[in-house]
């Protein structure tokens, strides 16, 4: 993923203001450590003398004062660490302490960013997903198949089971395939029979590989659209209109619940034509099955998606009511 340059902004800001922290907590250690033992404030300057002695030795080409001057420190550093034992504080005490020590709290190794910037990357992606609370729970790890009837549905071939099996197989090969691929999938069947769980735990993994994850409900993004269209410049600031095209994933979920007008039509269709021209995943999730879809929403829009996107179609009990009893 790209960070844009306000939350490359946002997470540098975090490591700076880590630095003036660690340099706080160090300052305040000293100040403690002089005001108790005051003999190793006359060790640190002496130590600073010495060090500057060095460095004009160096400068002036006379290295031999170097080893010297060397001895001089360490003798003086181990004076300092026998005071701080003594005293009941670490030898380490007066020493910086960083949040990261493998990065310094620079976010950076080198030209690489550190484990802990791709953890503050992580966090802010699922912030800007909106799923941060909901995906400690929906992941593929509780994913769970016993909600799922091994009988056969009137008119069916194949199980509520066994399509879940398939649904989870799919959702799993898409997460895996999504660095190379990002394909689009449509996920359909009746109320409670685990849609929108599904696409919590596509977003949840798909995050987690540093991507941006947009979630959002259909009518929450066509009132979006509206916003961008029709809202004051107030409502337009803080719009995440851009967003819809620019995301990694964009999950639609529910499609169906929005109201649906003279606009609706037109303006899904902008949103899944030009994900798929600038080819960017897309997830939507409905109630309605494949007539249904084709009926409200027309050739133009169904064409895209029978052709676009892979196929999931749960069905089965309300698992909503099964988890309540």
Same mark, same amino acid.
């Given at each position: ?63 031999? $004062? ?30 910086? @302490? ?63 089971? @066994?399509?879940?099996?398939?649904? !989870?197989?799919?959702? @799993? ?56 269209? !029709? ?37 899904? !269709? ?51 009511? $099964?988890?309540? $009893?």
């Amino acid at each position: 993923m790209i960070l844009s340059n306000d939350n490359y902004k946002y997470i540098m800001d975090i490591f700076d203001k880590r630095r003036m922290e660690d340099e706080y907590d160090l300052n305040r250690r000293k100040k403690e450590i002089y005001e108790k033992i005051p003999k190793i404030q006359e060790i640190d300057n002496f130590i600073v003398e010495k060090n500057v002695e060095k460095a004009k030795s160096l400068i002036l080409g006379d290295k031999s $004062k170097v080893p010297d001057l060397d001895l001089e420190v360490k003798e003086a550093k181990d004076e300092k660490i026998t005071l701080l034992i003594s005293n009941g504080f670490s030898k380490d005490y007066m020493e910086i @302490k960083y949040v990261c020590p493998i990065c310094k709290d620079t976010g950076y190794i080198g030209s690489e960013k550190c484990i802990c910037f791709k953890n503050e990357i992580n966090k802010l992606l699922y912030k800007d997903s909106n799923l941060a609370e909901v995906l400690k729970t929906d992941n593929f790890d509780s994913f769970n198949l016993n909600y799922y009837s091994d009988k056969l549905q009137e008119g069916e071939k194949i199980s509520p089971r @066994k399509r879940a099996e398939d649904a !989870f197989l799919k959702a @799993k090969r898409y997460v895996s395939d999504f660095e190379e691929n990002h394909g689009n999938l449509l996920i359909c069947g009746s109320p409670g029979t685990g849609k929108t769980f599904l696409t919590h735990c596509i977003a949840k993994e798909i995050i987690d590989k540093m991507n941006v994850v947009f979630y959002k409900s259909s009518w929450e993004l066509f009132d979006i659209i509206r916003i961008n269209s !029709f809202g004051n410049s107030l409502e337009k600031r803080n719009n995440p209109y851009d967003m819809i095209f620019e995301a990694d994933l964009l999950i639609i979920d529910d499609l169906g619940s929005e109201a649906n007008n003279s606009l609706t039509i037109p303006e899904l !269709f902008t949103v899944v034509n030009e994900r798929l021209l600038s080819k960017k995943a897309t997830i939507i999730s409905t109630n309605f099955m494949p007539t249904g879809l084709r009926k409200t929403y027309l050739d133009r829009i169904f064409s895209r998606l029978s052709n676009e996107y892979d196929f999931i179609y749960l069905v089965g009990d309300d698992i909503r009511e $099964k988890i309540k $009893k």
